[in-house]
């Protein structure tokens, strides 16, 4: 029980850190310093995350996962946009 | 068996993913787009995911986070140490 609250949690944690990076990201308009090699490689990893919590049917994998996908993605497209109006 | 290669892969692509900000970081000497409080919930995320691993003792879950967790430290002592000489 509490270990399931452990993961829960660190679950959680790792998925909504990505908000505020989306916000500060719309706040100063610009996402330079944010590595797209990083961005990039979280996305595929996310999608193979999410592909594995399918098959295995768990739903904090899976939930998660698709989550911080949708995010990552966001954090992609905003720091593509930035960039194109900054240059 | 096809599977378990899927979630090594995921585990390896979000772990290593870090590696990119790191070199991009010490290239260009300024992290500050990079959130301080998402570095922040990813230390606790990957604190609590270490210590789920190590419960379950699930070797990918405990190693795959330990790294993230080391990688995301780094970031966030560059991004203070970069912020301390920028200003």
Redesign the interface.
Known sequence: ML?SI??T?????????????I???IR?K??????P??LT??L???S??L??GI??KDPIIALANGFTLSFVITILLLRAAYKKNNS
Do not use: E, F, K
């Not at 790792?14 to 990076?21: A, D, E, L, R, S």
């Not at 610009?30 to 590595?35: A, G, I, R, W």
């Open positions: 270990w452990v993961g949690l660190a679950a959680i944690c790792t998925t909504i850190g990505y908000i505020p990076q916000i500060r990201g100063t610009n996402l330079n310093d944010v590595s090699m990083m490689l979280l595929v990893g996310c193979l995350w592909a594995y098959h295995l």
